[in-house]
T-cell receptor
Framework: DAKTTQPPSMDCAEGRAANLPCNHS???????VYWYRQIHSQGPQYIIH???NNETNEMASLIITEDRKSSTLILPHATLRDTAVYYC??????????????FGKGTRLSVIA | EPEVTQTPSHQVTQMGQEVILRCVPI?????FYWYRQILGQKVEFLVS????????KSEIFDDQFSVERPDGSNFTLKIRSTKLEDSAMYFC??????????FGPGTRLTVT
């Protein structure tokens, strides 16, 4: 079972920041937080991951609380193409670690014009 | 940008028939995976594959399923005798040693 809790749905106005929360209160010290999204029925798309520091890439920012029990994915300027289901996943990763991704139900983000 | 490809995009088969779903992972990746998603449900892990053998499999991946990397590029999922409940989107994914998995566009399998 997924070790994360996410709201089932959220709306965001186009051009505004979308802040997607995730609770992972039982996360272990060697587990990373990953975010993926799935647009319609396409294959899931990797967005970003982090261990304990905040991370930023060209798609999004990931803010992880100091106690690592929750995180927030930020899409700084949401567009209609960001409408998707967003999954927060915790997973051990490392050399030799090819552990599978365990998907929950995610958050359905609707970006509204 | 390199990507995972899957064929066919849609496969229709009759119950009891064998199907083979094909995937071409990203060329320098070492780990390969199959996931499935029944319509309206969560993405579920089936199997992971590394160094020409299964690394891990879920309880869904029973004796009716098998995987193979027949050459240096393809990665296949075979379902020996399909059932109605095998109807789903099947996603192949690949990764390097550490982190993100890259998913293909999926094959929609319809069993009639």
């Amino acid at each position: 079972d997924a070790k994360t809790t996410q709201p089932p749905s959220m709306d965001c106005a186009e051009g505004r920041a979308a802040n997607l929360p995730c609770n992972h209160s039982t996360i272990s010290g060697n587990e990373y937080v990953y975010w993926y999204r799935q647009i319609h029925s396409q294959g899931p798309q990797y967005i970003i991951h982090g261990l304990k520091n905040n991370e930023t890439n060209e798609m999004a920012s990931l803010i992880i609380t100091e106690d690592r029990k929750s995180s927030t994915l930020i899409l700084p300027h949401a567009t209609l193409r960001d409408t998707a289901v967003y999954y927060c996943i915790v997973r051990v990763a490392g050399v030799g670690g090819n552990t599978p991704l365990v998907f929950g139900k995610g958050t359905r983000l609707s970006v509204i014009a | 940008e390199p990507e995972v490809t899957q064929t066919p995009s849609h496969q229709v088969t009759q119950m009891g028939q064998e199907v083979i779903l094909r995937c071409v992972p990203i060329s320098n990746h070492l780990y390969f995976y199959w996931y499935r998603q029944i319509l309206g449900q969560k993405v579920e892990f089936l199997v992971s594959f590394y160094n020409n053998e299964i690394s891990e499999k879920s309880e869904i991946f029973d004796d009716q399923f098998s995987v193979e990397r027949p050459d240096g590029s393809n990665f296949t999922l075979k379902i020996r005798s399909t059932k109605l409940e095998d109807s789903a989107m099947y996603f192949c994914a690949s990764s390097t040693v550490r982190h993100e998995q890259y998913f293909g566009p999926g094959t929609r399998l319809t069993v009639t």
